[in-house]
């Protein structure tokens, strides 16, 4: 027993001990969405008490606690009830967001199934181009995407946001993976049994690069959800712009509501992260991997 | 997928769908509506309107003998009655008595006179002969007087010739015991002549002054008799007052009006007598109609006499009628009198009637709704409406923009040039209170 008391103690303080830099390390993480939560709990006064220094620059630290001393949800019903300005940001993020998603399925997993089924000579040499393009950080890429859609005409409407976004590179290279994993010899099975090559990407390749495109679509989900600089190079008119770009226009004055909106914000994404969590470690192991 | 979580995802897409729609009603609803104009070239017109009451005018009096006794009065104030019309009647057999007790009382009168007359012929008579006897007594006393002076001294200068001539005749030779004496008896005779001399001067001044008295007492004792004339007069009177009784008993006692009126007022009561003033008041009819009323001070400024009056009655409106008086009244109105032409029987006095003076000022060339104009401090400002780029959309907000107001009425304020620009669009009218910066929503008509 006393031996068992001792392994026990010791290896308590083990897991203890081995635990503690992951917990510090997560409650580092989880700060910021706590502080969002109770933020966007606390009214006015006293955020304006706690964050002093930082709103008005006043001298000391910024306080903070985890329980608001005086918890309202005026700033959630604010933001609710009389910001409409938030909703129609928020639907044009979401319209963004599902224009390249769609797009993407559309063009990008076509191409994905292509490249990964389909050897051709360059083959090699086009996907590479598409690692390389997909390297290239988007600072690279503006000015020719600005002239190219100032040519077309579409700066300035939600198209020049969302048609770069839809040929964008890293669901292709996402879904090749999955799809390259997709075993020649069921492939060839059906094209025996008759099945055009059409049928077979929609009936055999498509439920089998499932994980691959699912993941892609969640990935870009989130990227397209907190997307800020392609707007901001190619949307001048307010009514077109996404909420990644409306937060931090609220003042300081309105920290509460700055803190209620970026909790709904949050939300979105967080809650699709949850859904498709699975999906998203498969795929991001497998681009980490098969990379 | 995990479904919890994709369900809640969805949820969350509805909720906030929802909200969505609560916002945008919220703020739709929470956004004042307002209406603007822009400003405009407008001559500012000042109506002053005002209910007024139609009242008498160019009155006179109508008259009848006094102390008869009314039998029936027929008409009453306000009403308007023709030439000729009867007004009231009195009873004739009591004006036919106060008619004979008139006569007899002249007849009195006149026997009074003549009394009166003869009484003074005797009295101017016997002053006359009075006032010729004293006169004679005067005259009388004066030559006596100046007669028994005369001879005084004509005795006193006797008495001073014989003493110069028994002077004279003793002059070289010493004077002896019986002239000396002699001498003295005649200084003696001349002292006591010069002493009658002043005694006779004295009594004939006295004897003048009583008879100069006895004089102005005659002509002073003349008392003036008045008595015929007063009778005369009296008669006259009676004579006047008994052809008014005959005229109105000729007329079986009708008193009628003179001429075509409105009857302002009644002073005659059934059973009592006829005054001795009016029985009638009445306005003419050819006089016009005078109407009356009351206005603000701030209104009266936009007022001048002679300025042209649409006067409305019974829903019909009538011409031709000016501004004739203006006049301070109580508690900071002005009194406003107005007169004109027009048919008597649409105005009867104490109808109400409204008055409408319409003034136009100069053409202003920045002009803008009266409802547009705030004051705050003294100073007047506008809200026009700026537009802006927004999250939603490009949407109003308000900027106040001071502005001096040169000429106003209840519709329109004409603003100093250079106040506003000529686009602009300023807030006519707002369905709550707004404030600068505050989000508006513009009303389409």
Redesign the interface.
């Given at each position: 027993m006393m031996r068992r008391k001792k392994r026990t103690a010791g290896s308590v303080l083990f897991s203890i001990l081995r635990c503690a830099p992951v917990a510090a390390a997560a409650c580092v993480a989880v700060g910021p969405v706590v502080f969002l939560v109770t933020g966007s709990l606390m009214g006015r006064g006293e955020l304006g008490e706690y964050l002093a220094p930082v709103l008005f620059g006043t001298e000391g630290f910024v306080t903070w606690r985890f329980l608001p001393m005086y918890p309202t949800f005026q700033n959630i019903v604010e933001l609710?009830?009389?910001?409409?300005?938030?909703?129609?940001?928020?639907?044009n993020t979401?319209r963004i967001t599902a224009g390249i998603l769609v797009g993407q399925l559309l063009c990008g997993m076509p191409a994905a199934w292509g490249l990964a089924r389909y050897p051709f000579r360059g083959n090699r040499a086009v996907y590479g181009l598409y690692i390389l393009l997909m390297l290239m950080p988007f600072q690279a890429l503006m000015l020719p995407e600005y002239l190219v859609l100032e040519k077309l005409s579409l700066n300035n409407t939600l198209w020049a946001v969302i048609l770069p976004g839809i040929f964008s590179t890293f669901p292709v290279f996402l879904m090749y993976r999955f799809f390259t994993e997709v075993p020649e010899e069921i492939l060839e099975a059906a094209r025996i049994d008759g099945a055009g090559e059409g049928r077979v990407f929609l009936y055999i390749g498509l439920p089998l690069g499932r994980t691959g495109i699912?993941s892609a679509l969640l990935l870009q989900f989130l990227e397209c959800f907190g997307m800020i600089e392609q707007p901001l190079a190619f949307l001048k008119?307010?009514?077109l712009?996404p909420l990644a770009l409306?937060l931090p226009e609220i003042g300081a004055e309105r920290a509460g509501f700055a803190f209620a909106a970026s909790l709904?914000a949050l939300?979105?994404p967080l809650?699709?992260f949850?859904?498709?969590?699975?999906?998203l470690e498969q795929g991001i192991a497998a681009s980490a991997l098969k990379g | 997928?995990?479904r919890f979580?994709?369900k809640?995802?969805a949820a969350?897409?509805a909720v906030?769908l929802f909200?969505?729609f609560?916002?945008?009603a919220?703020?739709s609803f929470?956004v004042t509506c307002v209406t603007v104009e822009k400003p405009s070239a407008k001559k500012i017109e000042h109506i002053v309107a005002a209910d007024g009451t139609v009242e008498k005018n160019m009155e006179f009096p109508v008259l009848t003998e006094a102390g008869c006794v009314v039998r029936t009065v027929y008409v009453q104030e306000g009403e308007w009655v023709g030439e000729g019309q009867l007004l009231a009647d009195v009873l004739t057999d009591r004006l036919a008595e106060q008619t004979e007790a008139l006569r007899e009382e002249i007849a009195v009168l006149k026997l009074q006179r003549d009394a009166a007359e003869k009484n003074a012929r005797l009295s101017e008579e016997t002053r006359d002969r009075q006032l010729a006897r004293a006169k004679a007594d005067y005259e009388r006393a004066a030559a006596e007087a100046e007669r028994a002076v005369k001879e005084a001294e004509e005795a006193k200068a006797a008495a001073e010739q014989a003493i110069g001539a028994f002077s004279a005749g003793h002059a070289d030779g010493g004077a002896a015991d019986g002239q000396e004496e002699a001498l003295a008896g005649l200084w003696q005779a001349y002292f006591e002549k010069q002493k009658a001399c002043e005694t006779a001067a004295r009594d004939g001044e006295k004897n003048v002054e009583a008879a100069r008295r006895a004089l102005e007492d005659a002509e002073a004792g003349v008392q003036e008799e008045h008595t015929a004339e007063i009778s005369r007069i009296s008669i006259a009177q009676k004579e006047r007052e008994l052809a008014g009784y005959e005229a109105l008993l000729a007329a079986d006692g009708k008193i009628t009006a003179p001429q075509a009126g409105t009857v302002t007022a009644v002073y005659l009561q059934t059973g009592q007598n006829t005054p001795d003033t009016a029985a009638f008041a009445m306005a003419k009819a050819d006089g016009g109609v005078r109407i009356t009323a009351d206005i603000p001070a701030a209104d009266a400024a936009y007022i001048d006499g002679g300025d042209a009056v649409e006067v409305e009655k019974d829903g019909k409106v009538y011409e031709g009628f000016t501004v004739t008086g203006i006049a301070q009244a109580a508690d900071g109105m002005v009194h406003v009198t107005v007169t004109g032409e027009a048919g008597p029987e649409a105005f009867r006095i104490g109808d109400g009637a409204r008055i409408t003076v319409r003034k136009q000022s100069g053409l202003y060339g920045t002009t803008v709704p009266r409802s547009a104009v705030y004051t705050e401090q003294g100073k007047n400002y506008v809200y026009v409406i700026e537009e802006r780029?927004?999250?939603?959309?490009r949407q109003f907000f308000t900027r106040k923009a001071e502005v001096f107001v040169l000429e106003k009425n209840s519709e329109y304020a004409a603003l100093k040039e250079g106040s506003l620009g000529v686009d602009e669009r300023v807030v006519a009218t707002a369905e709550r209170y707004i404030q600068a910066g505050d989000r508006v929503r513009l009303e389409t008509p």
């Open positions: 609710l009830c009389d910001s409409p300005e938030f909703f129609y940001m928020f639907w979401m699912v008119d307010q009514t712009f409306y709904v939300a979105v809650l699709l949850f859904a498709g969590s699975e999906y | 997928m995990n979580y994709a809640s995802f969350l897409l906030l909200f969505t609560v916002s945008r919220a703020d929470l780029e927004t999250v939603l959309g």
